[in-house]
């Protein structure tokens, strides 16, 4: 993991507590849903339900647990998977917080290392 | 093949002919020709009606406009020449001549039979009285009567129905659908007694009765007054009804003349044996005009039956025998369900009879139990059952097992004893569809059911998504669970979500007696499983604290649905909709100037006018949303919160300021209602609608609320609702100020808003409720109303804000933005 494929989306407090914001890539790819929990714990997943897409970061988020706003579909938070017994996951994206900010971990694409 | 003695004394080529061209004369012919024996008849018809076969039955429902006459052709000309049948219409046969068998016409056409069918059918009865002669007095048996009715209804006011029996009624339906005003009387106490018992009978006249028929029962009529036409109806106790049109309808008696001419042995019809045979070998009859072993006939099933058995008689079958079976009688007014069958009532104290009675669904049931067995049943509002029932009375089952069910219907009683219930879910194809939101069929339910070997309705709902979206289905999933695991998940207590044993009332009641502020107080008092509940509870709790609590509690955005969060109703490719109020369906030029502008400087794709007379701006970008709202808001326009449970839409018509038939200030009193009840929040969504007269053209009667507006004041309706659960609203009482209204209408909000489910609509509520109870605490209880309204008001004072202007202006802007971009690519 290189230094600089942790991109820095800003402080803690940008994300509303038992809440979540989306995150465009600039380049390309499916939106980011950056949650924070009521503990302030946070998490990063791709935007998308695993059922038929719906955007997570508008689900009402209890615990570690979003549910899909589109057909109540739950989703951990930290694996990004499916809450039993739906079967499915949404993939999750690796994230830290240094100094009050949220790091994800988003590896320059191939293509643009070698331009 | 047949047994062709009865055959063999025939000619070859044998000539039958047929009195009468009705329902039961024609088939009786369809059945003979289905016969190979049936070749060998040269048939003639004559029929004293100048028209083709046509479906009597189906006169009611020309009168009512829900069909024309040719829809009710049975059999068209082209069908007697392609079967070789001559036939004679509008010539009645006068005379059977049984020596030289011959019949003859009232023009004077002779023809030879070797059988002869008689199916004259019967004639309506009429009662001794003066003025019978008079014109605009009929009967409702044929084309002719129904030709008179029609006119009559295009050119005159007042009709009056005498007879409330099935063809009375349905008479009396049909006039009042064409817009005249109609009186019934009917000689006993309650409608249809020999059909109905007397709670059955009194729903019906009160359904009539509300749908505008006015009853005079226990009314016998004296005479028919007029000069040279009939003007009225005067009853033996006085009672004077004004008539423009009067209708006979108080039965029917076989037409028997011919047979009683011709010699053949006749009582109160012309009597058949099993095999649909006169005294006379050589002549059958059949239908209303026969009596077989005592009993004569009005109904159709009986009479199909007998034409099975004549026809094939006539085609030398000999072992054909009719039968006559427990029979059923249904109405013919729409939206008025009404069956019965058998025994109305106990014969003696043997005899069980067990009701369920619903008043506020309309819905009135009735078995009659008679050793083990079902004897009679009454059924009214709810009727799908009907021929089960009747199959049960035919089969004379056993029906002991079932005795505590029977009455819920077939359904709720072969769901709890297994073995019968097992049959209908067992017949069912697996690609049935149970679920519509989530497209679950049958198959899949049960299959979840048995691998996975669940047992309760919140689990399948979690394997398999069925009844997990709008519920409708719930009932069907719980009896294919009993089915397939034989599990009663009605038994099971309804809890408000898997984090608590508490149901609804019960969170409701912890709230106001331990006075419990947030959410976290509920969840410990009440021993929530999970820390921060769920997306199931959590928005039930946040809308239950804020209406305990109004300016005290705070809502919490994060436990609301996203629409609600965001002012605005997500749709399925993430963008959203905006529909701004138009106060009781009100618009200016400057309103439109500024929705048209919002929508070409945002590129808003569609632009669409709802159902509750607003218009919806669809595919908004969700980061456009505060900026659409601005310029919204500019122009004065607020949220017409179209995503929110709370008021949605004021329907209203355009009253007494000009339309023509306005009684009252129709659009006026919407627009007071809407502005004195918008941005509440409330269990589920709220419409209202206001019309200003019965015409009801706002839709009042389908609405949470609806007004309609009469000369006299004003009517108001609760607890109706579209949309898969079609329900009509009750009246809950007639007032006579506006004043009266608004008080009502904010008492009636504040009693759904304290003590309804969350997610559960008016219509619901009601119905599980009750109308009284609703009323009772409304229109009985004067004060309590008052206080209800007060309290209504005073949470509106923090309710009526728009969030569309504080977003616009800043409030909550992060959650319109996303994060500021990054570079990075995902795959």
């Given at each position: 993991?290189?230094?600089?494929?942790?991109?820095?989306?800003?402080?803690?407090?940008?994300?509303?507590?038992?809440?979540?914001?989306?995150?465009?890539?600039?380049?390309?790819?499916?939106?980011?849903?950056?949650?924070?929990?009521?503990?302030?714990?946070?998490?990063?997943?791709?935007?998308?339900?695993?059922?038929?897409?719906?955007?997570?970061?508008?689900?009402?988020?209890?615990?570690?647990?979003?549910?899909?706003?589109?057909?109540?579909?739950?989703?951990?938070?930290?694996?990004?998977?499916?809450?039993?017994?739906?079967?499915?996951?949404?993939?999750?994206?690796p994230l830290r917080v240094v100094d009050g900010n949220i790091h994800v971990y988003l590896p320059e694409p191939a293509?643009?290392?070698?331009? | 093949?047949?047994?062709?003695?009865?055959?063999?004394?025939?000619?070859?080529?044998?000539?039958?002919?047929?009195?009468?061209?009705?329902?039961?004369?024609?088939?009786?012919?369809?059945?003979?020709?289905?016969?190979?024996?049936?070749?060998?008849?040269?048939?003639?018809?004559?029929?004293?009606?100048?028209?083709?076969?046509?479906?009597?039955?189906?006169?009611?429902?020309?009168?009512?406009?829900?069909?024309?006459?040719?829809?009710?052709?049975?059999?068209?000309?082209?069908?007697?020449?392609?079967n070789g049948i001559r036939l004679i219409t509008g010539d009645e046969v006068t005379a059977i001549d049984r020596d030289?068998?011959?019949?003859?016409?009232?023009?004077?056409?002779?023809?030879?039979?070797?059988?002869?069918?008689?199916?004259?059918?019967?004639?309506?009865?009429?009662?001794?009285?003066?003025?019978?002669?008079?014109?605009?007095?009929?009967?409702?048996?044929?084309?002719?009567?129904?030709?008179?009715?029609?006119?009559?209804?295009?050119?005159?006011?007042?009709?009056?129905?005498?007879?409330?029996?099935?063809?009375?009624?349905?008479?009396?339906?049909?006039?009042?659908?064409?817009?005249?005003?109609?009186?019934?009387?009917?000689?006993?106490?309650?409608?249809?007694?020999?059909?109905?018992?007397?709670?059955?009978?009194?729903?019906?006249?009160?359904?009539?009765?509300?749908?505008?028929?006015?009853?005079?029962?226990?009314?016998?009529?004296?005479?028919?007054?007029?000069?040279?036409?009939?003007?009225?109806?005067?009853?033996?106790?006085?009672?004077?009804?004004?008539?423009?049109?009067?209708?006979?309808?108080?039965?029917?008696?076989?037409?028997?003349?011919?047979?009683?001419?011709?010699?053949?042995?006749?009582?109160?019809?012309?009597?058949?044996?099993?095999?649909?045979?006169?005294?006379?070998?050589?002549?059958?009859?059949?239908?209303?005009?026969?009596?077989?072993?005592?009993?004569?006939?009005?109904?159709?099933?009986?009479?199909?039956?007998?034409?099975?058995?004549?026809?094939?008689?006539?085609?030398?079958?000999?072992?054909?025998?009719?039968?006559?079976?427990?029979?059923?009688?249904?109405?013919?007014?729409?939206?008025?369900?009404?069956?019965?069958?058998?025994?109305?009532?106990?014969?003696?104290?043997?005899?069980?009879?067990?009701?369920?009675?619903?008043?506020?669904?309309?819905?009135?049931?009735?078995?009659?139990?008679?050793?083990?067995?079902?004897?009679?049943?009454?059924?009214?509002?709810?009727?799908?059952?009907?021929?089960?029932?009747?199959?049960?009375?035919?089969?004379?089952?056993?029906?002991?097992?079932?005795?505590?069910?029977?009455?819920?219907?077939?359904?709720?009683?072969?769901?709890?004893?297994?073995?019968?219930?097992?049959?209908?879910?067992?017949?069912?194809?697996?690609?049935?569809?149970?679920?519509?939101?989530?497209?679950?069929?049958?198959?899949?339910?049960?299959?979840?059911?048995?691998?996975?070997?669940?047992?309760?309705?919140?689990?399948?709902?979690?394997?398999?998504?069925?009844?997990?979206?709008?519920?409708?289905?719930?009932?069907?999933?719980?009896?294919?669970?009993?089915?397939?695991?034989?599990?009663?998940?009605?038994?099971?207590?309804?809890?408000?979500?898997?984090?608590?044993?508490?149901?609804?009332?019960?969170?409701?009641?912890?709230?106001?007696?331990?006075?419990?502020?947030?959410?976290?107080?509920?969840?410990?008092?009440?021993?929530?499983?999970?820390?921060?509940?769920?997306?199931?509870?959590?928005?039930?709790?946040?809308?239950?604290?804020?209406?305990?609590?109004?300016?005290?509690?705070?809502?919490?955005?994060?436990?609301?649905?996203?629409?609600?969060?965001?002012?605005?109703?997500?749709?399925?490719?993430?963008?959203?909709?905006?529909?701004?109020?138009?106060?009781?369906?009100?618009?200016?030029?400057?309103?439109?100037?500024?929705?048209?502008?919002?929508?070409?400087?945002?590129?808003?794709?569609?632009?669409?006018?709802?159902?509750?007379?607003?218009?919806?701006?669809?595919?908004?970008?969700?980061?456009?949303?505060?900026?659409?709202?601005?310029?919204?808001?500019?122009?004065?326009?607020?949220?017409?919160?179209?995503?929110?449970?709370?008021?949605?839409?004021?329907?209203?018509?355009?009253?007494?300021?000009?339309?023509?038939?306005?009684?009252?200030?129709?659009?006026?009193?919407?627009?007071?209602?809407?502005?004195?009840?918008?941005?509440?929040?409330?269990?589920?969504?709220?419409?209202?609608?206001?019309?200003?007269?019965?015409?009801?053209?706002?839709?009042?009667?389908?609405?949470?609320?609806?007004?309609?507006?009469?000369?006299?004041?004003?009517?108001?309706?609760?607890?109706?609702?579209?949309?898969?659960?079609?329900?009509?609203?009750?009246?809950?009482?007639?007032?006579?100020?506006?004043?009266?209204?608004?008080?009502?209408?904010?008492?009636?909000?504040?009693?759904?808003?304290?003590?309804?489910?969350?997610?559960?609509?008016?219509?619901?509520?009601?119905?599980?409720?009750?109308?009284?109870?609703?009323?009772?605490?409304?229109?009985?209880?004067?004060?309590?109303?008052?206080?209800?309204?007060?309290?209504?008001?005073?949470?509106?004072?923090?309710?009526?804000?728009?969030?569309?202007?504080?977003?616009?202006?800043?409030?909550?802007?992060?959650?319109?933005?996303?994060?500021?971009?990054?570079?990075?690519?995902?795959?």
């Open positions: 993991m290189n230094a600089h494929d942790w991109k820095n989306i800003g402080p803690l407090e940008s994300i509303p507590r038992s809440g979540s914001r989306r995150l465009c890539l600039r380049q390309a790819g499916r939106p980011i849903a950056v949650f924070r929990t009521r503990d302030d714990e946070v998490f990063a997943l791709i935007d998308e339900c695993p059922h038929k897409k719906g955007p997570l970061s508008e689900g009402i988020v209890s615990g570690k647990t979003v549910t899909c706003p589109l057909h109540n579909w739950g989703i951990a938070l930290d694996s990004g998977e499916a809450v039993a017994p739906d079967e499915g996951r949404a993939g999750s994206i293509v643009e290392a070698i331009a | 093949m047949y047994i062709n003695d009865d055959l063999a004394r025939l000619p070859p080529v044998a000539q039958l002919v047929v009195i009468g061209n009705g329902m039961a004369a024609m088939r009786t012919v369809e059945e003979l020709l289905k016969h190979e024996g049936g070749k060998r008849y040269r048939i003639t018809v004559f029929g004293a009606e100048p028209h083709v076969n046509y479906n009597r039955i189906m006169l009611s429902s020309v009168l009512a406009g829900d069909k024309q006459l040719d829809e009710i052709v049975i059999n068209p000309r082209q069908w007697y020449e392609e030289a068998r011959t019949v003859t016409s009232a023009s004077g056409i002779c023809v030879p039979y070797d059988r002869l069918l008689i199916a004259t059918g019967s004639k309506p009865l009429a009662p001794r009285i003066p003025g019978l002669e008079l014109p605009g007095v009929c009967a409702f048996r044929d084309i002719a009567d129904v030709d008179k009715m029609l006119a009559a209804a295009r050119t005159h006011k007042h009709a009056v129905v005498i007879g409330g029996g099935l063809l009375g009624l349905e008479a009396a339906w049909g006039l009042r659908q064409r817009g005249m005003s109609v009186a019934l009387v009917h000689l006993m106490p309650t409608l249809m007694e020999r059909q109905l018992d007397a709670a059955a009978g009194q729903l019906l006249q009160r359904e009539l009765d509300r749908r505008g028929i006015a009853f005079f029962t226990e009314g016998q009529t004296k005479e028919i007054g007029g000069v040279d036409h009939a003007e009225r109806v005067l009853l033996e106790d006085g009672r004077e009804i004004p008539a423009d049109l009067v209708v006979l309808a108080i039965g029917i008696r076989p037409r028997i003349e011919l047979a009683v001419a011709a010699g053949l042995e006749i009582n109160r019809g012309i009597v058949v044996g099993d095999d649909m045979r006169t005294s006379d070998p050589d002549i059958f009859a059949v239908g209303e005009c026969v009596e077989h072993r005592g009993q004569v006939f009005g109904l159709v099933a009986p009479i199909w039956d007998q034409a099975k058995v004549c026809g094939a008689r006539l085609a030398g079958d000999q072992a054909a025998i009719f039968a006559s079976k427990a029979l059923s009688t249904s109405l013919k007014i729409t939206g008025v369900d009404v069956f019965s069958a058998g025994a109305l009532m106990a014969a003696d104290a043997s005899d069980e009879e067990i009701t369920l009675r619903d008043e506020s669904n309309g819905v009135y049931k009735k078995i009659v139990l008679r050793d083990g067995r079902l004897v009679g049943v009454v059924l009214y509002g709810h009727v799908v059952d009907g021929q089960w029932y009747l199959k049960l009375m035919r089969d004379k089952e056993d029906v002991s097992a079932l005795r505590e069910r029977l009455v819920f219907g077939k359904a709720f009683a072969e769901a709890e004893s297994g073995g019968a219930q097992a049959v209908d879910y067992e017949a069912m194809p697996d690609d049935t569809q149970i679920c519509g939101c989530n497209g679950v069929c049958k198959g899949d339910i049960v299959k979840a059911i048995r691998t996975l070997k669940l047992t309760t309705l919140s689990e399948v709902r979690a394997h398999t998504k069925a009844s997990a979206s709008c519920g409708q289905c719930t009932g069907q999933v719980e009896q294919i669970l009993a089915y397939a695991a034989g599990v009663d998940a009605r038994a099971t207590k309804k809890t408000v979500c898997d984090c608590t044993e508490a149901d609804h009332d019960e969170v409701r009641a912890a709230i106001r007696t331990q006075q419990l502020k947030s959410m976290d107080a509920v969840r410990t008092a009440l021993g929530w499983k999970k820390p921060e509940g769920c997306h199931k509870c959590r928005p039930a709790l946040n809308y239950y604290l804020l209406c305990a609590w109004p300016g005290e509690y705070r809502d919490d955005a994060s436990s609301r649905f996203v629409n609600e969060r965001l002012h605005a109703n997500i749709q399925k490719d993430g963008t959203y909709s905006v529909v701004p109020r138009m106060w009781g369906g009100l618009t200016t030029p400057a309103e439109l100037h500024a929705i048209a502008d919002v929508a070409e400087k945002f590129h808003i794709p569609t632009v669409k006018v709802t159902g509750g007379q607003r218009i919806d701006l669809l595919g908004v970008k969700k980061e456009d949303l505060p900026a659409v709202w601005s310029d919204l808001g500019q122009a004065g326009l607020v949220s017409g919160h179209a995503y929110a449970k709370g008021l949605r839409t004021v329907k209203t018509c355009v009253g007494k300021e000009w339309c023509r038939f306005g009684t009252q200030d129709s659009t006026g009193l919407g627009v007071k209602l809407e502005k004195m009840c918008w941005g509440s929040w409330t269990p589920h969504k709220v419409k209202f609608a206001v019309s200003g007269c019965p015409r009801n053209c706002a839709e009042a009667s389908i609405k949470d609320l609806g007004v309609i507006c009469i000369d006299a004041g004003y009517d108001i309706l609760v607890g109706g609702n579209g949309g898969v659960d079609l329900r009509a609203t009750d009246l809950l009482v007639r007032v006579s100020s506006e004043d009266e209204v608004l008080q009502y209408a904010g008492a009636f909000m504040q009693l759904y808003r304290e003590e309804a489910h969350y997610m559960e609509r008016s219509a619901p509520w009601v119905a599980r409720v009750g109308i009284d109870y609703v009323k009772r605490r409304l229109v009985e209880d004067a004060e309590g109303r008052e206080q209800l309204c007060q309290r209504f008001l005073y949470s509106q004072t923090f309710a009526r804000i728009d969030p569309w202007h504080e977003r616009a202006s800043g409030a909550a802007a992060a959650a319109f933005q996303p994060l500021p971009e990054v570079a990075g690519a995902l795959a």
